[in-house]
């Protein structure tokens, strides 16, 4: 069984998991989610309901999950009843409410899934289920592990952005534009004698304005990406230059240890904060020198492997004593490719700082002691990693989408080549139906089944 509008097996089976969080002592209450056609015969077999309680959908019931020996009270339970097509699967949907931790759950879990025809759900499967039974499309399920997984207001603001159909409304919007310019070459194509003339000049116009809408929206995505996943930012510098200070005052709390001990930091040390939307990975790393001690140089080790996976270093040095060789050398031993900012420390004590005797260009100077120069340090954080814009954010492309809204508006680029070789209306057609595809691809119209199985393998276990 296939549904019309995409042609994907429809499932027939039903599928069951936990839809919280599962941990220990953790959650007063866990649900138990299932969808297919014997969800609500499942559930009315395993339980029983006291009274004259109403069976019906989009009702709550009152109950007990019992043993197979139908006399062993497993949990005391509420039963959330959602017919078809009123669900979020579009199929009937039960949601079994029991009590949280992790031995309740599991019982209740483990006698649904004795019942026949029932088995455990693949990751993202509701989710899948919801887009093959049009119920969502492709973009609003991808907005909901967006939001799950949100770690900061402004990365869930997007997700809601996602979730309310913002990204299917303005990639929809751009592949219909495409769909009527290639009707139009198809018209040529076939009954050209019949037809006026078709303006080249003003095809080409319209095409590249596509392109420059899809190319904005790749740009936003990546700015959506820092949102989304976060940055990690490195700090290095000479032993004592005060990066654990800066470490400590960046998250507000002492997760470094502070001393005047040169070495004290032996370890890589790990902060997450949140600045101005953006969750950031704070690096604490060992201070980088030539030592005997074993431990230190384990930490050594460590750090030279943060600056090879860092978004940006923040290469901090000491004012009061002016740009040395070993901090040249720290500069050196950043990869190539990885963004830094040159940071000076104890800015109360600072004088011009030379380097090679020419004047050092510093990007941030501060006090970590004080707190002076913070904001303008995050600012520069901020906007070297890309994350800061002028522009207001309101929708960000994941990553699938940007990808394949860049190949949409690669292909679209090439109209410009075709229009100037002078090409016959079949040529254009190439590349514009390999445009349409790809945006077909960002909001579900043109997957195939193995392709979305892909997609939502990556989504969580009850999603």
């Not at 078809?84 to 992790?102: K, L, M, Q, Y």
């Not at 003003?202 to 596509?210: F, K, N």
Request: with cysteine; glycine share 8%.
């Amino acid at each position: 069984m296939s549904t019309p509008e995409t042609g994907h097996s429809l499932p027939l089976d039903t599928i069951v998991a936990v839809a919280t969080a599962v941990a220990p002592g953790q959650g007063g209450i866990a649900v138990i989610r299932l969808s297919g056609p014997q969800a609500q015969q499942v559930v009315q077999t395993i339980a029983h309901f006291p009274g004259q309680q109403e069976w019906a959908s989009h009702r709550v019931l009152y109950g007990h999950v019992l043993a197979a020996d139908g006399v062993e009270r497993l949990d005391e339970v509420l039963v959330l009843v959602m017919q078809a097509p009123r669900s979020f699967t579009a199929e009937d949907v039960v949601e079994i409410h029991c009590h949280g931790g992790v031995i309740a759950v599991q019982r209740v879990l483990a006698r649904v899934l004795e019942q026949p025809g029932v088995r455990r759900a693949l990751p993202g499967e509701f989710s899948q289920r919801a887009v093959l039974n049009g119920r969502l499309d492709l973009t609003r399920a991808e907005a909901i592990t967006d939001l799950v997984a949100a770690r900061s207001q402004r990365a869930a603001q997007l997700a809601m952005a996602g979730l309310d159909g913002g990204i299917q409304r303005r990639i929809g919007a751009l592949r219909e534009r495409l769909l009527d310019q290639l009707s139009e070459l198809e018209a040529r194509v076939d009954f050209e004698e019949d037809l006026p003339p078709l303006d080249g000049p003003a095809l080409l116009r319209e095409l590249l304005a596509v392109r420059d809408a899809l190319l904005e929206l790749v740009a936003d995505g990546e700015r959506g990406d820092a949102l989304r996943t976060g940055l990690r930012v490195a700090l290095v510098g000479r032993p004592n230059v005060g990066k654990s200070s800066l470490l400590n005052r960046l998250s507000r709390r002492e997760r470094a240890i502070v001393t005047d001990l040169p070495g004290t930091t032996r370890d890589l040390l790990e902060s997450e904060i949140v600045l101005e939307g953006v969750p950031i990975t704070l690096l604490d790393t060992a201070g980088i020198r030539v030592t005997t001690d074993a431990v230190e140089q384990l930490g050594i080790a460590r750090s030279h492997d943060a600056l090879a996976s860092a978004d940006l270093v923040l290469l901090l040095f000491d004012l009061s004593e002016g740009w040395t060789a070993e901090d040249q050398a720290l500069l050196a031993r950043i990869p190539e490719g990885v963004e830094h900012l040159l940071v000076g420390n104890k800015a109360d004590l600072a004088a011009p700082v030379q380097a090679e005797g020419r004047p050092l260009a510093v990007d941030v100077q501060l006090s970590a002691q004080t707190g002076d120069g913070e904001a303008e340090l995050v600012q520069a954080m901020l906007r070297r990693c890309g994350a800061l814009s002028e522009q207001p954010l309101l929708l960000a492309l994941n990553q699938r989408q940007v990808d394949l809204a860049a190949a949409a508006a690669a292909a679209l680029q090439r109209s410009e080549e075709v229009a100037a070789q002078g090409l016959p209306w079949d040529f254009w057609t190439i590349d514009l139906r390999q445009a349409i595809q790809s945006l077909g691809e960002i909001t579900g119209e043109e997957l195939t089944e193995s392709v979305l199985d892909r997609i939502f393998s990556r989504f969580c276990i009850g999603k």
